[in-house]
Antibody, heavy 119, light 106 residues
Framework: EVQLVQSGAEVKKPGESLKISCKASGYSFPSYWIAWVRQEPGKGLEWMAIIYPVDSDTTYNPSFQGLVTISVDKSIDTAYLQWSSLKASDTAMYYC????????????WGQGTLVTVSS | EIVMTQSPVTLSVSLGERATLSCRASQSVNSNLAWYQQRPGQAPRLLIYGVSTRATGVPARFSGSGSGTEFTLTISSLQSEDFAVYYCQQYNQWPPFAFGPGTRLD
C-alpha cells in the first residue's frame, strides 16, 4: 500500500525555523515526484513546489520561491519542507503528494501537517 | 499562469439527487484536468484524472467530462459520504499547477 506519512503538528513563534517531513512507503521512492500543497485555515489548495528524488530537480511556485525550501533524503525515502524564518501567515495545513511525472495529477496524499505560527 | 474557477461556490443538494459541479480554466488545459474530494477534517483524495478517468476505488456514480477550458464533475445519486468540498486542478502548464477554489456540497 502506498503511504505518505507526515510529521506531527507544530507550534512555532514568528522568526523560528522549521522542517517538516514526509515519509514514503509502499512504492519506489525515486520513481515519483513529490510536491507540497498548502491549505490555509478554511481556504483552498495552493501548489507550492515539486521535487524529483533522483536528482533533487526542484521547481517552485513563484509565490513561494525564496520563502520555503524543499528537499529529499533518498536513503530514508523522505521528503522535507522547511522555513528559515516563519511568519504568522505561514499558519496552515501542509500536504505532501505524489505524482508520476512533473506534469501530472496526485494520486496519493499525506495526512497533512498543521503548522501554527503565533507569538 | 492558468487560473481555475469553479461554480457554484456552494451547492445545496439532497441525498439521492444528482449534483453537477463546474470548473473553468482561463486557457486550454487539454485533457490535463483532475478532480479531488476533501471530506471535513481529511486530506484531499484523487477522484478523477484525465478529465474522465476514475481513480482506483472511486464509485461509478462519479463521472467527469469536458475539454479545453470547460469541465464538469457529476455525482449521479448523492450519498451521505459525498458531502464534501471538490477541487479541480490543471496539470497542463506549470508552475504552478493551479487548483480551483473549490465547490462545497451541502
Amino acid at each position: 500500500e502506498v503511504q505518505l506519512v507526515q510529521s506531527g503538528a507544530e507550534v512555532k513563534k514568528p522568526g523560528e525555523s522549521l522542517k517538516i517531513s514526509c515519509k514514503a512507503s509502499g512504492y519506489s521512492f525515486p520513481s515519483y515526484w513529490i510536491a507540497w500543497v498548502r491549505q490555509e485555515p478554511g481556504k483552498g489548495l495552493e501548489w507550492m513546489a515539486i521535487i524529483y528524488p533522483v536528482d533533487s530537480d526542484t521547481t517552485y511556485n513563484p509565490s513561494f520561491q525564496g520563502l520555503v525550501t524543499i528537499s529529499v533524503d533518498k536513503s530514508i525515502d523522505t521528503a522535507y519542507l522547511q522555513w528559515s524564518s516563519l511568519k504568522a501567515s505561514d499558519t496552515a495545513m501542509y500536504y505532501c503528494v505524489r505524482g508520476s511525472t512533473i506534469t501530472t495529477f496526485y494520486d496519493s496524499w499525506g495526512q497533512g501537517t498543521l503548522v501554527t505560527v503565533s507569538s | 499562469e492558468i487560473v481555475m474557477t469553479q461554480s457554484p461556490v456552494t451547492l445545496s443538494v439532497s441525498l439521492g439527487e444528482r449534483a453537477t459541479l463546474s470548473c473553468r480554466a482561463s486557457q486550454s488545459v487539454n485533457s490535463n484536468l483532475a478532480w479531488y474530494q476533501q471530506r471535513p477534517g481529511q486530506a484531499p483524495r484523487l477522484l478523477i484524472y484525465g478529465v474522465s478517468t476514475r481513480a482506483t476505488g472511486v464509485p461509478a456514480r462519479f463521472s467527469g467530462s469536458g475539454s479545453g477550458t470547460e469541465f464538469t464533475l457529476t455525482i449521479s445519486s448523492l450519498q451521505s459520504e459525498d458531502f464534501a468540498v471538490y477541487y479541480c486542478q490543471q496539470y497542463n502548464q506549470w508552475p504552478p499547477f493551479a487548483f480551483g477554489p473549490g465547490t462545497r456540497l451541502d
